[in-house]
């Protein structure tokens, strides 16, 4: 069929973006350095004397080097089997704070 509606590969192959099922070791190093960041930042602005609302919530926050790996790539959901999902799945997770998960999962 030709014309605006013809069959492409795009439109036939169906998903576009796939997202992997794990995170590559760069992926999760990119990750951590992020942590981190966020930490100097967090350290920076304490330093400074500021007092706030919000640094007082981001100074409750574990750090990077006291998060388990588990809580550093996965975060809790209640609809995946295990009650856990790779950080990556959820959607703009880069600008995210998913520190925090319940306890026990």
């Known amino acids: 069929m030709f014309g605006a509606f013809r069959a492409s590969h795009v439109n036939q192959g169906g998903l576009l973006w796939k997202t992997p099922w794990k ?3 760069t992926r ?3 990750a951590r350095s992020r ?3 966020v930490d100097a930042v967090i350290e920076a602005v304490r330093a400074s004397g500021v007092e706030c609302t919000a640094l007082d919530r981001a100074l409750e926050l ?3 080097h006291e ?3 588990k809580d550093k790539y996965t975060v809790f ?3 995946a089997r ?3 999902k790779g950080i990556h799945k959820v959607p703009k997770w880069t600008r995210l704070t998913l520190r925090v998960n ?3 999962f």
């Open 23 to 25: 995170l590559s070791p």
């Open 28 to 30: 999760k190093a990119n």
């Open 62 to 64: 574990p750090k990077e």
């Open 77 to 79: 959901s209640p609809h």
């Open 35 to 37: 942590l981190k960041k």
């Open 82 to 84: 295990g009650y856990r």
């Open 67 to 69: 998060m388990p790996a």
């Open 102 to 104: 319940p306890k026990g």
